[in-house]
């Protein structure tokens, strides 16, 4: 295949999920064909689990790294606004070109093995970050590669990469449907990324049942544990508006990562890149206080208006809504809170809405749909009943709220990654149709016409 879009269409077709048992026999067959194995060093791969947080403590490390003079392969699920998201080499992803060289290749090597859409990405990360340059002829094309988990551990694609670094981020109920119902049988899966000998680096505060777990898993693989130090943090005000610091090198560092999650995830993430071997100077510190990171509680500007703040937050889960409502209760300055949810078709309606209300915020509750796997309208059930409105089309939704908005309101966009991922995609549409209407001397306007031309454009 040639074309992008054409590989991306294969690739989704392929399913998010393998359609047999789980197994990692098929991505360990196609890491044998690749023939890249022996350019991997284990002790230099690390591979991150967990049910929240994964993504913001890859990317930190990846920072870190980078600041440190390291040549570093960052491979991420899910992407916000495109495929390539997933795989960046020195901070930067891949481009459409390279990804579909990247694919082509691959699937010459692979021939017909049968992938999933998953399986098939990270072969294609393993042939990026490995694969000899064709300058140099130098192997690996990477010091440090840094795989997230897409879900769960023992049975996902990353854990068949060689290993010696594991890292498991917060727990929680989510992907129940796979995982199991309850906290241990979540951590049992996880923790699968765990290997012989393995250095392991974990979020702190583990359920009591699975702090049991653990030992048995440290036990069992003769592994070495460290828990995460979580580091001293203080919320300033800018604008009436709260601005997370963080206790590092003697000194307030302001971040990017908003609420007590985010000073954990970058805790872990200082935790494990010491542990490795490296020390956190100006240059590395600077860094992480310049990191960021798509859709976790960004402010994002609707199409340039500056009237009232919109926040994208890809919360998915009930811990995900939980830190999201304890940062809510630093925006003291704002009278009321409009909320934009679109859920996953496979979450609980009435546990996220009991929570967004837990703290007696003076939140309102917009529905939508997400666009892809969502819940539509009529499965929130009596949820649907209990808002302020349902908007199908979350464009439209997202405009005629942000519209509304006034003085001492905010908006938040939330309940699923894909959700918010898609409208700041479409964002960046409506903005090159915005800017050729203003061209051609003409008001726009946001309405069904534009909107079906954004998704076409």
Same mark, same amino acid.
């Given at each position: 295949?040639?074309?992008?879009? &054409?590989?991306?269409?294969?690739?989704?077709?392929?399913?998010?999920?393998?359609?047999?048992?789980?197994?990692?026999?098929? !991505?360990?067959?196609? =890491?044998? $064909?690749?023939?890249?194995?022996?350019?991997?060093?284990?002790?230099?791969? @690390?591979?991150?689990?967990?049910?929240?947080?994964?993504?913001? #403590?890859?990317?930190?490390? &990846?920072?870190?790294?980078?600041?440190?003079?390291?040549?570093?392969? +960052?491979?991420?699920?899910?992407?916000?606004?495109?495929?390539?998201?997933?795989?960046?080499?020195?901070?930067?992803?891949?481009? /459409?070109?390279?990804?579909?060289?990247?694919?082509?290749?691959?699937?010459? %090597?692979?021939?017909?093995?049968?992938?999933?859409?998953?399986?098939?990405?990270?072969?294609?990360?393993?042939?990026?970050?490995?694969?000899?340059?064709?300058?140099?002829?130098?192997?690996?094309?990477?010091?440090?590669?840094?795989?997230?988990?897409?879900?769960?551990?023992?049975?996902?694609?990353?854990?068949?990469?060689?290993?010696?670094?594991?890292?498991?981020?917060?727990?929680?109920?989510?992907?129940?449907?796979?995982?199991?119902?309850?906290?241990?049988? #979540?951590?049992?899966?996880?923790?699968? @990324?765990?290997?012989?000998?393995?250095?392991?680096?974990?979020?702190?505060?583990?359920?009591?049942? #699975?702090?049991?777990?653990?030992?048995?898993?440290?036990?069992?693989?003769?592994?070495?544990?460290?828990?995460?130090? !979580?580091?001293?943090?203080?919320?300033?005000?800018?604008?009436?508006?709260? &601005?997370?610091?963080?206790?590092?090198?003697?000194?307030?560092?302001? *971040?990017?990562?908003?609420?007590?999650?985010?000073?954990?995830?970058?805790?872990?993430?200082?935790?494990?890149?010491?542990?490795?071997?490296?020390?956190?100077?100006?240059?590395?510190?600077?860094? +992480?206080?310049?990191?960021?990171?798509?859709? $976790?509680?960004?402010? @994002?500007?609707?199409?340039?208006?500056?009237?009232?703040?919109?926040?994208?937050?890809?919360?998915?889960?009930?811990?995900?809504?939980?830190?999201?409502?304890?940062?809510?209760?630093?925006?003291?300055?704002?009278?009321?809170?409009?909320?934009?949810?679109?859920?996953?078709?496979? %979450?609980?309606?009435?546990?996220?809405?009991? /929570?967004?209300?837990?703290?007696?915020?003076?939140?309102?509750?917009?529905?939508?749909?997400?666009?892809?796997?969502?819940?539509?309208?009529?499965?929130?059930?009596?949820?649907?009943?209990?808002?302020?409105?349902?908007?199908?089309?979350?464009?439209?939704?997202?405009?005629?709220?942000?519209?509304?908005? *006034?003085?001492?309101?905010?908006?938040?966009?939330?309940?699923?990654?894909?959700?918010?991922?898609?409208?700041?995609?479409?964002?960046?549409?409506?903005?090159?149709? %915005?800017?050729?209407?203003?061209?051609?001397?003409?008001?726009?306007?946001?309405?069904?016409?534009? =909107?079906?031309?954004?998704?076409?454009?």
């Amino acid at each position: 295949m040639h074309n992008y879009s &054409e590989i991306i269409c294969y690739l989704e077709s392929q399913g998010t999920m393998p359609d047999r048992v789980p197994s990692l026999e098929r !991505i360990s067959e196609a =890491l044998l $064909r690749l023939g890249l194995l022996k350019n991997i060093d284990p002790d230099r791969v @690390i591979v991150v689990a967990g049910t929240n947080g994964k993504g913001t #403590v890859a990317k930190a490390l &990846e920072v870190m790294l980078l600041a440190s003079g390291q040549r570093v392969g +960052l491979y991420t699920s899910p992407h916000v606004e495109s495929t390539t998201e997933r795989i960046c080499i020195n901070g930067r992803p891949v481009t /459409e070109s390279e990804f579909v060289q990247l694919f082509n290749d691959v699937a010459r %090597k692979l021939q017909n093995l049968e992938l999933s859409h998953f399986e098939m990405l990270t072969a294609m990360a393993v042939e990026c970050f490995y694969e000899r340059d064709p300058v140099t002829l130098k192997a690996p094309q990477v010091d440090w590669a840094i795989f997230e988990v897409g879900m769960g551990g023992t049975w996902d694609a990353t854990n068949a990469i060689p290993h010696n670094i594991a890292v498991v981020t917060a727990l929680g109920l989510d992907h129940t449907k796979f995982l199991g119902g309850n906290i241990v049988s #979540v951590a049992r899966n996880k923790f699968g @990324i765990v290997g012989s000998k393995a250095q392991v680096f974990y979020h702190p505060n583990f359920n009591p049942s #699975v702090m049991e777990l653990r030992r048995s898993v440290e036990e069992r693989t003769n592994s070495t544990w460290i828990e995460s130090e !979580i580091l001293d943090y203080r919320v300033s005000f800018r604008k009436n508006h709260p &601005e997370w610091q963080l206790g590092l090198k003697e000194t307030w560092l302001p *971040i990017f990562m908003q609420g007590r999650r985010g000073v954990e995830n970058l805790s872990l993430a200082v935790t494990v890149f010491e542990g490795l071997g490296f020390k956190v100077d100006e240059e590395v510190a600077a860094a +992480l206080s310049s990191m960021t990171w798509p859709c $976790r509680m960004q402010e @994002i500007s609707w199409l340039g208006s500056e009237a009232s703040p919109v926040y994208f937050s890809g919360d998915h889960n009930e811990q995900g809504i939980q830190s999201l409502v304890e940062i809510l209760q630093h925006y003291t300055s704002i009278r009321k809170i409009k909320i934009l949810l679109g859920m996953g078709k496979d %979450k609980d309606a009435t546990k996220f809405w009991a /929570e967004l209300h837990s703290a007696g915020l003076p939140i309102e509750i917009h529905l939508t749909e997400s666009p892809f796997r969502g819940m539509k309208i009529d499965d929130y059930g009596e949820v649907a009943n209990r808002v302020a409105s349902t908007i199908k089309d979350p464009i439209e939704a997202l405009h005629r709220i942000e519209s509304s908005l *006034i003085s001492g309101e905010m908006l938040v966009v939330t309940g699923s990654l894909y959700l918010v991922g898609f409208l700041v995609g479409q964002q960046a549409k409506l903005e090159r149709l %915005k800017g050729q209407v203003v061209r051609n001397n003409t008001q726009f306007i946001v309405s069904p016409v534009s =909107l079906d031309r954004a998704r076409i454009d």
